[in-house]
Structure formats: structure tokens, C-alpha cells
């Protein structure tokens, strides 16, 4: 039986890959391809591999696995690690040398970390999902980003007392943020040190953008004439449009009440409705066609399936004649997913 050329049937692969971003990955199809003869497995197991999350009790069954065959590993570029123990999540870490993006969602030793610094020195996201605790008091932030200082992309959640202890040197390209109280730290501490570098800014629900506060001001006239996207709650207040001349990317899961406007630069809006937020209301929509008509710029417009079948199909025929593309995600975390291709 003759068989493929090695880089077409990557390509397959890679595809069946990737067009599952926009939902769940395929994992029965691509374990089935494992299965097809012995030259195919290891190039789906790059593959099944790519992406591994960790969750509470299976530490010890991915450590021996990793142990049995180091090669699994190496494959790993996205690493959610979720355990009670520092010493389970740093011999983890040690087994994925390679890892680009790495979630942390357990209890973090300073003097574990440094175990690691020529381990992750690829890392490029970093997502602190709850409390990082060294013996006890939360772990200074700018300690992290000292021992990673490839991390481009950074998350921040609730849980640290202590953020910064000092601005370091570091090189950030987009910054999420999720804790309230930790905010007015983070505007004075991280957006300093990363006024050159940063680009992209993400918010939560509790931090909104609508109406104009004190604080969403000051981080705006800071970082925002060199933004290129932001993500909240809201569309941002028409009178912080002056501060965001380079946007060219508008997210957000909700509409105000007052009437808005986009940036004019703006290229790509996305309203990523949640499934439990508030309903969309028909009444909503002439504004919001209105709001993307006067966009002379405008490329892309993103929505997810939260929104009514009549809504989706108003959209995209305002899109259609405009030459604007038009996609409809799932969910909004597959849209996060389907940006993070390109490296992953």
C-alpha cells in the first residue's frame, strides 16, 4: 500500500489540529490516526500532546507517563498545572522543557522555581490563576517575570497581597487583568515598567469601561495611545476614544445602555456574549449596526452563538456587502483559543 509523503500527511494533521480550535480539539480523531501504523504515531502524539491539562489527583499519573517516555514532554507547548504540592508542579514543569503558554493554578515556591529558569526559557504566556503562595505569603509577581523573562503575555487573578515589590525590567505585550482590588497596584506598578512594549490589555466584568472612572483614565492616558487591543465588559467610553488612536481591535461581552461609538481606527469588533450574561435584546441591534457602519476601517466582526439566529443572520449581511469577514465562535474561549494558533 503506498503511503503518504511525511510533510503531506503533517499537513493533514496540522489541520485536523487546528480547525478544531474554533471548538473542542479532536482528540478521538487524531488518536485514531495514532493508531493507523507505526509511522504515524509520533507525529500525533505532537500533536495530542500539544496542549495537556493538569486538573486536581492525575499529577502522579502524568509525571510517570512523562517518565516512561520523555519524548511526550517535549511535545508540550500549552501546560495548565493544577496541584496541592510545588515539588508535583516544578517536576512536571521539568519534563516540558518546551512549554510557550503555562497556567498555574496551585501553590508556588520561590525556591522551587529557581530550579527551573533554563527549563521554560521559551515561555511567552503566563496565566497566575489563583493565590502563587511562597511559604505562606503570596509570591512577588516581578520575581516570576525575573526568572521567565521571555513572558510576553500575562494574566494576573485574584489572591496576591503583595504584587510588586519593584518594576522590573520586563517586555510585556498584553496584560489580563481579573482581580478588582489588585487593579490600582497593577496601574502602578506593571503598566510603568511596560510602557514601550505594551499593546494589548484585557479587563473583567468588575472592572468596566462604562461609565468613565478615575482609574480607567489614568490607565488609558498611560498605555492607551500606544494600544492596539482592548477587551472589557463594554465598548470603551466615547471619552477615552481621544487616548486610543493605534486601536485597532475592540472586544467586549456587553453593550451599554448610553449610545457608543468605536474608535475610528478600530479594524476588528468582537461581541463575545457569555451564555450567562444577560440576554441580547432586538432593540440593541440598530445601534449597533449604526456603531459598525461609520467604521472606515473595519475588517473583521466576531460574535459567538450566545446571540439569536436572526441577530447572526443581520450581521452578516450588514458584513457581506461591506466586504467585511464575519465569524461566529462557539463560545468566547474559543475565540481566545483560535488566537493562540499561530504559536501553539
Known amino acids: 500500500m503506498p503511503s503518504l509523503p511525511e510533510d503531506v500527511l503533517i499537513e493533514?494533521?496540522?489541520?485536523?489540529?487546528r480547525a478544531s480550535q474554533t471548538k473542542k480539539i479532536d482528540?478521538?480523531?487524531?488518536?485514531?490516526?495514532?493508531?493507523?501504523c507505526r509511522s504515524w504515531q509520533p507525529l500525533?502524539?505532537?500533536?495530542l500532546f500539544r496542549r495537556v491539562q493538569q486538573r486536581h489527583g492525575d499529577v502522579h499519573l502524568l509525571i510517570d507517563i512523562f517518565q516512561q517516555n520523555r519524548s511526550l514532554g517535549?511535545?508540550?507547548?500549552?501546560?495548565?498545572?493544577?496541584?496541592?504540592?510545588?515539588?508535583?508542579?516544578?517536576?512536571?514543569?521539568?519534563?516540558?522543557?518546551?512549554?510557550?503558554?503555562?497556567?498555574l493554578k496551585g501553590p508556588w515556591s520561590r525556591s522551587l522555581s529557581y530550579r527551573l529558569d533554563h527549563v521554560t526559557s521559551r515561555l511567552r504566556a503566563l496565566d497566575l490563576h489563583i493565590a502563587v503562595l511562597d511559604v505562606g505569603h503570596n509570591l512577588d509577581v516581578?520575581?516570576?517575570?525575573?526568572?521567565?523573562?521571555?513572558?510576553?503575555?500575562?494574566?494576573?487573578?485574584?489572591?496576591?497581597?503583595?504584587?510588586w515589590s519593584h518594576h522590573p525590567s520586563t517586555?510585556?505585550?498584553?496584560l489580563k487583568i481579573t482581580a478588582t482590588l489588585f487593579y490600582s497596584r497593577v496601574i502602578d506598578t506593571i503598566i510603568p515598567s511596560n510602557l514601550d512594549t505594551l499593546r494589548e490589555i484585557e479587563v473583567?466584568?468588575?472592572?468596566?469601561?462604562?461609565p468613565l472612572t478615575p482609574p480607567i483614565t489614568r490607565l488609558l492616558t498611560r498605555v492607551g495611545p500606544r494600544l492596539t487591543s482592548l477587551s472589557g465588559p463594554y465598548p470603551p467610553h466615547v471619552g477615552l476614544h481621544e487616548h486610543l488612536g493605534s486601536l485597532e481591535q475592540v472586544i467586549f461581552c456587553a453593550l451599554p445602555n448610553t449610545p457608543y461609538t468605536f474608535p475610528k481606527h478600530v479594524r476588528h469588533v468582537g461581541y463575545h456574549r457569555h451564555e450567562t450574561g444577560e440576554p441580547f435584546e432586538i432593540s440593541e441591534l440598530p445601534k449597533f449596526l449604526v456603531a459598525l457602519e461609520i467604521l472606515p476601517h473595519l475588517q473583521l466582526v466576531t460574535v459567538t452563538r450566545a446571540l439569536q439566529e436572526d441577530v447572526l443572520a443581520t450581521l452578516e449581511t450588514m458584513c457581506r456587502p461591506r466586504g467585511?469577514?464575519?465569524f461566529v465562535y462557539p463560545d468566547a474561549e474559543s475565540f481566545r483559543r483560535s488566537r493562540n494558533v499561530d504559536w501553539i
Open 171 to 174: 517586555s510585556l505585550r498584553g
Open 74 to 103: 517535549q511535545h508540550v507547548r500549552a501546560l495548565t498545572v493544577q496541584s496541592d504540592n510545588a515539588l508535583d508542579t516544578t517536576t512536571l514543569l521539568e519534563f516540558c522543557p518546551y512549554i510557550i503558554e503555562l497556567k
Open 324 to 326: 467585511v469577514e464575519f
Open 142 to 163: 516581578s520575581a516570576l517575570l525575573q526568572l521567565w523573562p521571555s513572558v510576553q503575555f500575562l494574566l494576573l487573578s485574584s489572591g496576591y497581597r503583595r504584587a
Open 44 to 47: 500525533t502524539q505532537r500533536l
Open 27 to 36: 482528540y478521538p480523531t487524531l488518536c485514531a490516526a495514532s493508531l493507523v
Open 12 to 17: 493533514i494533521l496540522e489541520w485536523v489540529y
Open 204 to 210: 473583567d466584568d468588575d472592572i468596566p469601561f462604562q
